[in-house]
């Protein structure tokens, strides 16, 4: 560098006016050199201090399958600017995927950022890019309130994708009961800080004509498909039930840093179902069921979860409830029953208190509850979040591959969270008929495991920790040219794979597979684990004929290395 | 890349500071131009592409303009070649078709379809969705005056094309400004003016810059999203989201530009400054006069005046400030919102203009003009703020009390009246209409100064570290 200046004029080469402002710049020598090299410092220190602590292993895996797909992509088949068009999106996805990594595995900003987050939380009261806090450190999962704040055309189609979905299983003799469940803020907006009372909950926009909408768009729909003897579908409102055990001072309806109601609440709202399905000839008659035992359980919210406050804030704290597990025939903890005529297709409301990964105890949820004010078998196809569009291709996908299911079915009761009305995908589903296992895929037997070796040709979403309430993450993967990885023999051509890509939070290595990769993966059965993969939020392929496919589970999926 | 992320702050800068301490003077635009395109590239890697074929024009364009002045003056000819003006129009046509065809149009293609369904006729479909390339609008309006200057004979051309590369992509300006005219930096990249004064004042500069971004207009920003992203906000809080986008626009833009600025400085360049304390001024003439000075003084220099100016006639001129406004709306994005955002400002700047030396504004008490002035602005910003000129109406008739908010209004009150929010907005209306530019701070640069910028400095980096995506508004234009 040259001398350092004091006092130093800066020349402005021309004489253009707005750029006056330039003449001199007053700095004595120690503070120009010391700033310089202390801002130089501070932005070393980052990557330094990820250098000696840091894991790099998911920047170097993401710039490793990055650079993969982009070769791939540039030597594939086809002309050559097609090939170079997929070699920039793949390009532009590495990119991502390796900045998301390189932020994520920074040590530095891991150190800061729940104190960070906590102060900004506690004394800002502003929330973060995922929650709201409430003055009493109540916590909001935001996509709930912003859902009430959207404006009216949000979810316009909602009516008529419902209707749609009840008339197909209206064709199959089924009866649709849709059940939309208000978020914390509908219920409890006083611990939101709105000083106002009000009198009655929050719903998002067009709640009120919802069910004259569904009505209105069924007749049309059944008219359509002359289903003129089908009954109409039913809307559930829980929110009434809520908001009624909350005026009658039965304490608050929903945990408090978790985005779920308590279980007393639910257990309420599951007494209120039953009824209304008894009432509506839904369901069969209630019988006795044993009145269950008491469980204390404790446990941390999932939106305290999710936000990663440091230990010790007040708003990362524990809360004590009571769950009652449901026992089944002989004793046994309740498990759903797949000749049930009742189904329950429902997201994280139905899975918590009765899936332990959502971290508040098992047996004792909405399906369980439902089942014992019933007094019958219940079956359950439940996923947490994205209740509008998964749960109607779930139940299709079922239906399409097992008629005889849908058959024995007498009632479907649609659970979903009530942001999903105005946020929602609410896309046609495609009622495929009977779809039979394509002879290419590849399934491993029931309680084997196969080591394989085979290309990636698709991957589902995979999601950035902090962004979901949900600890765990599966993605489905499209493996393609399957061999075994022992003796190199080709197996049946592919397969649809379901790996966990983030576990309590973490992002795992299997994150950054791409498409075009060859890997090596340990393929199991999937049924064997259903009954504990099958709640579990995932990003599904965009290939639709390959998600009808008999799914495999990966415990791991590694790059392969000859 | 933006520069309010994790990877620039802590990977890209101290790279490209190192480089441009190391690298041997002849080689540095070179890799300077390397940065840039990484930089750009980093977005989407196929917009390199482009503004490579962009500088490509322009700099055979500017050599070939070179040449032929040259000859011309060796042979003593009058007036401009049939060839020079040819060799500027194909630089001008190609920026422009550029710049037309991948910001305008969709938006062309959106009304001529909604034109001709209105008409009855049946709907043609487009199989193109053209992507914006970023900062398109900056680097063709950047790059088309160097050859412009060249013509004037007000710029040298530049035999480098490394040097010329960097200039176009020079990545501390290149997505959103300030619009760096070629003989503004023409001597510094033959030659980096690097001292630490310049590099003290840069990282003063850059800090700031960081800081009015991350601590002041993201906060803003949150209070305009909840307002503008419901209908059922009541009246007041209406009123407060328009004045909390003003304020975002203003820490987003002019923070994205002290940070070009310090950057230049750093790594040896002097950008013009682009925002001098704009929600001070009196008029909207004033307004125009602070704000984005960059943008405005281009569009003075290369449109306004050509078109005449003021010189011929009162209502010449009142035409050309219209049609100036229009195209500077025009330029801010397609949309009608932008279109109508412009002409509005064209038609108060012409009403200015006309109104007499002793009007009663003129007369008006100066704290009174500038709080309407600032008002009127804010109001206009709410165009730009809006989906659609739908969403724009809505927004003007709950600012007039005339929205349907009811009782979801108690609890979007409840949402914006935080701490937080409250303490950024207080802060931000004192630094705007109290507290000096950041040229004016950093020019005397003393060392609690210095020790306040790099607190600003880790207060912003601790903030980013909470903040997920962080993009500059000016970034979609």
Known sequence: MHRPNVDVPLKFPGSVPYASGWERTVVARPVAIGLSIVFCLGLLSVPAIDAWRGDWGAPVQAVRSGTGAVVRALSGDGPWWRRLLEANRVALAGIKKFETAVEDSSVAASAVRPATLDALLRHGGAGSEEAYVGGDGWLFYRRDVDALMRPEGAGKRAPEAIAEFAADLASHGVRLVFMPVPGKASIHPEHLGSGRAFDHPLMPVRWEALRED???????????????????????????????????????????????????????????????????????????????????????????????????????????????????????PWMPDRWGEVVLLGDSYTNIYSSKDLGWGESAGLAEQLSRFLGVPVDRISRNDAGALEARRMLAAAAAKDPEWLRGKKVVVWQLAARELVEGDWSPVAWQGEVAASAGFFVAPPGHAVEVVASVAGVGLVPRPGTTPYADFLTAVHLTDLRDAASGKSLDGESLVYVFTMRGHRLLPEAALSSGQRVRARLSNYGDQAATLDSLNRGELDDVDVMLETPNFAPWIEPWRP | MVFSSHIFLFYFLPLALAASLLVPRRLWLGVLAVFSYAFYGWANPAFMLLMMFSTLVDYVCGLWLAGEARRRLSEGTAGRTVREKLALWISIVTNLSLLGFFKYFNFAAENYKALTQHLGWAAPDFFLEVTLPLGISFYTFQSMSYTIDIYRGEAKAMRSFAGFAAYVSM???????????????????????????????????????????????????????????????????????????????????????????????????????????????????????RWHISLSTWLRDYLYIPLGGSRRGDLRTYANLLTVMFLGGLWHGASWNFVIWGSVHGVLLAVERAMPGRSLWARLPRLLQVSLTFTVVSLAWVLFRAPDLAGAMDYYARLAGLGHGGELAALMGALVWKPLFVATMILAALVVWFGPTTLDWSRHLTAPKAVWSLAVFWGAALMLSVQKFNPFIYFIF
């Not at chain 2, 003063?204 to 920003?221: E, M, Q, R, T, W």
């Not at chain 2, 407060?240 to 360049?269: E, K, N, R, T």
């Not at chain 2, 013009?272 to 704009?278: D, E, Q, V, Y």
């Open chain 1, 214 to 332: 569904v009505l209105r768009a069924w007749k049309s729909e059944i008219a359509a498909r002359g289903l003129q003897d089908a009954r109409p579908p039913v809307v559930f409102d829980p929110a009434r039930v809520l908001w009624n055990r909350k005026q009658m001072s039965r304490g608050d309806q929903y945990l408090a840093t978790d985005s779920h109601w308590s279980p007393e609440a639910m257990e309420a709202v599951a007494a209120d179902l039953a009824a209304v399905l008894v009432a509506e000839g839904a369901a069969p008659p209630m019988a006795a069921f044993p009145e269950p035992g008491s469980i204390w359980v404790s446990g941390l919210g999932d939106t305290a979860r999710m936000l990663e406050l440091p230990e010790g804030s007040p708003l990362r704290r524990e809360q004590k409830v009571v769950i009652r597990p449901v026992m089944g025939i002989g004793g046994k």
């Open chain 2, 171 to 289: 990545f501390p300006q290149l997505v959103a400004g300030p619009i760096v005219r070629f003989q503004t930096v023409a001597r510094q990249l033959r030659r980096p003016d690097r001292t630490w004064s310049a590099f003290a004042r840069g990282a003063a500069c850059f800090s700031l810059g960081l800081g009015k971004k991350v601590l002041l207009a993201n906060p803003c920003g949150k209070v305009a999203d909840l307002m503008f992203g419901t209908d059922s906000a009541g009246m007041l809080e209406s009123w407060i989201g328009m004045f909390a986008y003003s304020f975002q626009i203003y820490f987003d833009f002019s923070g994205y530009s002290d940070m070009a600025i310090g950057l230049g400085l750093m790594l040896g360049f002097r950008f013009p400054i682009n925002f001098n304390s704009p929600y001070r001024a009196h008029s909207i003439t004033d307004f125009w006069q």
